[in-house]
């Protein structure tokens, strides 16, 4: 049996599902991303988990112990909100000791291992400060460090990262990542972003309409889509003649697919095309080489190998 | 331009020079002005208004009931208002709004009426309650309310009572959702979540709805004048007294000027302490 168990989850709001039968086993260290558009019952699946919400039907059991059964206040799980949910009352000591003090720690172990966790996500210089004073990035890493530091048998991370900036959010993903590992916290991450999550999980739950569309490893999901929500989720797609085809795999060739290049985006690392054929508009993407590329306007011709 | 500005507020602040800042400046220096029974008031300059204001324990007496009034209204719109605005804040969507109109209604009908309620209810022996009471058996003689000083905090606490749950629930309005979950999740029980997370975020609130119902239960007039009448007599009560029976305005105008003075004095200086209690933690 799994580390942490959902099985036949469900919750309803009126008539409307918001988790609809949702199974999936969570072994211990494993970093799994719940993974949909807005509305699709991930990060209700999250506050089923945390106990903030009941469910109509189903279990959850975490080592085989009923979770359903443990009040939220001790179920002892970490978790970091969308928007921190920082005391602003508090400074950053207190708030990264609030859930220690709550354990009844004492107060020279509180102040031990507060300081190691700031450490850990690099704030061991911000204990004084109130999380107004701090950038959201700071705020970002003390709501991870309060989560850390109670050493939960599970992370929950509600889209941690949505509130930073491009080249943070970047940043603070290899991090987590690192923190991640290095910890071996068992973790479940919510988010809309299919980049972030392919970048860090070990396995994402694609979900839809509260029911989980495919269950597996990134590159798994990617290259072998279940569904056609799956395939048009993660990452671009192109609908040729009934068949989808990653925009990546699709090359330039001497004869194939007929079309004219409508337009040609260039993205640094690579060449954005889109071109105009008899099956319809194709996306493709080729990496900038350096060689000679088609302009816009040009008559190519497109070929790929055939779906495995 | 650099003129503009006051050019536009230039009809703004001829208004508010003409209603406030003019008849202001006449009541203090009618404070100054001598008064007699036979001379009526004569346009001189003696501190004996002042004198007799400050110095007499019947002045004193009626200042510090005031105040002390003004002070346990604060403390009872506190101490109902701001759990009254936490559990309106976490209502659902049609039950919040008609409550908060209930709670906001009452400001829509005039003070005295309101005031008059609290009389035809606790009014001697012919008041609907006290008659309700007697005859039950419950009490033998009518319960103590009108020309009390509980009386005046009681009705002035119910008056008063809607500025407290307006500045709590604006406060609560800017509390994010998620601390409580986020305290609950790290073990909080529900009080520790209330006592240790809520209040100490909604203080402020609290606080500045503090300041507002002090200032008003002390400049209060209707609510005095009416369940405390002439034997419970308050700052403002007794500076109408002062003009209009007594016909002695420089008296009247010293007692509404100290009571003007010190009600800015203490309202600044708190205002001051709640600003920098809290200005590192909100912006």
Same mark, same amino acid.
């Given at each position: 049996?799994?580390?942490?168990?959902?099985?036949?989850?469900?919750?309803?709001?009126?008539?409307?599902?918001?988790?609809?039968?949702?199974?999936?086993?969570?072994?211990?260290?494993?970093?799994?991303?719940?993974?949909?558009?807005?509305?699709?019952?991930?990060?209700?699946?999250l506050q089923l988990i945390a106990g903030f919400v009941e469910p109509t039907s189903g279990g959850i059991t975490l080592e085989g112990r009923d979770l359903l059964a443990v009040k939220p206040a001790?179920?002892?799980?970490?978790?970091?909100?969308?928007?921190?949910?920082?005391?602003?009352?508090?400074?950053?000591?207190e708030n990264v000791g609030f859930g220690l003090e709550m354990q009844g720690v004492a107060a020279a172990e509180r102040v031990r291992r507060v300081g190691e966790t700031l450490e850990l996500v690099g704030l061991g210089a911000f204990t004084g400060r109130f999380p107004r004073q701090m950038s959201g990035g700071q705020q970002q890493r003390v709501a991870l460090a309060r989560a850390l530091v109670i050493k939960p048998q599970i992370l929950l991370l509600d889209e941690p990262l949505s509130?930073?900036?491009?080249?943070?959010r970047e940043e603070m993903q290899i991090e987590l990542r690192q923190i991640q590992r290095s910890l071996g916290t068992t973790t479940i991450l919510v988010t809309h972003d299919q980049a972030e999550a392919m970048a860090l999980s070990d396995r994402l739950v694609v979900m839809n309409h509260g029911r989980a569309e495919q269950i597996g490893a990134p590159h798994e999901?990617?290259?072998?889509?279940?569904?056609?929500?799956?395939?048009?989720?993660?990452?671009?797609?192109?609908?040729?003649?009934g068949a989808t085809v990653r925009p990546e795999k699709i090359a330039f060739a001497a004869e194939g697919l007929a079309g004219t290049v409508r337009t040609r985006i260039f993205q640094g690392s690579h060449w954005l095309y889109q071109v105009e054929t008899a099956g319809g508009l194709v996306t493709v993407i080729r990496q900038n080489t350096g060689e000679p590329v088609p302009a816009e306007g040009d008559a190519v011709h497109l070929a790929w190998a055939a779906a495995a | 331009m650099k003129a503009t500005p006051y050019l536009l507020s230039l009809p703004a602040l001829l208004l508010f020079g003409a209603v406030v800042i003019v008849p202001l400046v006449m009541t203090v220096l009618l404070s100054f002005h001598d008064w007699g029974q036979y001379k009526g008031i004569e346009p001189v300059f003696v501190l004996k208004n002042w004198h007799e204001v400050l110095t007499d324990s019947y002045f004193l007496e009626m200042f510090w009931r005031t105040f002390r009034i003004a002070f346990l209204v604060t403390l009872l719109t506190a101490l109902l208002g701001a759990p009254e605005a936490y559990i309106l804040n976490r209502m659902r969507s049609p039950w919040r709004g008609l409550f908060l109109l209930v709670i906001l209604g009452p400001l829509l009908i005039s003070v005295v009426a309101r005031t008059l309620g609290w009389a035809l209810l606790f009014g001697g022996s012919s008041g609907v309650v006290n008659k309700a009471l007697i005859s039950m058996g419950l009490i033998s003689a009518p319960l103590p309310f009108m020309f009390t000083e509980t009386g005046v905090?009681? +009705?002035? /606490?119910?008056?008063?009572? %809607?500025?407290? #749950? @307006?500045?709590?629930?604006?406060a609560l !309005?800017?509390?994010?959702?998620?601390?409580?979950?986020? +305290?609950? /999740?790290?073990?909080?029980? %529900?009080?520790? #979540? @209330?006592?240790?997370?809520?209040?100490? !975020?909604?203080?402020?609130?609290?606080?500045?709805?503090?300041?507002?119902?002090?200032?008003?239960?002390?400049?209060?007039?209707?609510?005095?004048?009416?369940?405390?009448?002439?034997?419970?007599?308050?700052?403002?009560?007794?500076?109408?007294?002062?003009?209009?029976?007594?016909?002695?305005?420089?008296?009247?105008?010293?007692?509404?000027v100290l009571l003007l003075f010190a009600l800015v004095a203490i309202v600044i200086g708190t205002s001051r302490l709640v600003e920098r209690r809290y200005a590192q933690v909100f912006s």
């Open positions: 049996m799994a580390f942490l168990t959902l099985d036949r989850l469900t919750k309803r709001f009126g008539t409307h599902a918001a988790v609809d039968g949702l199974s999936l086993g969570v072994e211990k260290g494993e970093f799994v991303s719940l993974l949909g558009p807005s509305g699709c019952g991930k990060t209700t699946t001790r179920r002892g799980l970490g978790i970091v909100f969308q928007s921190y949910a920082l005391f602003p009352h508090m400074t950053v000591a509130n930073l900036d491009a080249k943070l999901a990617y290259e072998r889509p279940a569904t056609p929500f799956v395939a048009s989720f993660l990452g671009k797609t192109n609908l040729v003649n | 905090v009681i +009705a002035l /606490a119910h008056v008063l009572m %809607p500025y407290m #749950v @307006l500045a709590v629930w604006a !309005q800017r509390l994010d959702p998620q601390v409580e979950n986020a +305290a609950v /999740a790290l073990g909080a029980g %529900p009080f520790t #979540v @209330l006592r240790r997370i809520v209040l100490p !975020q909604i203080m402020p609130g609290i606080l500045s709805g503090a300041v507002i119902v002090f200032a008003l239960a002390a400049s209060a007039f209707a609510t005095p004048a009416i369940i405390g009448g002439r034997r419970l007599k308050v700052a403002s009560t007794l500076a109408y007294d002062e003009f209009l029976n007594t016909l002695n305005w420089p008296l009247g105008a010293a007692v509404a």
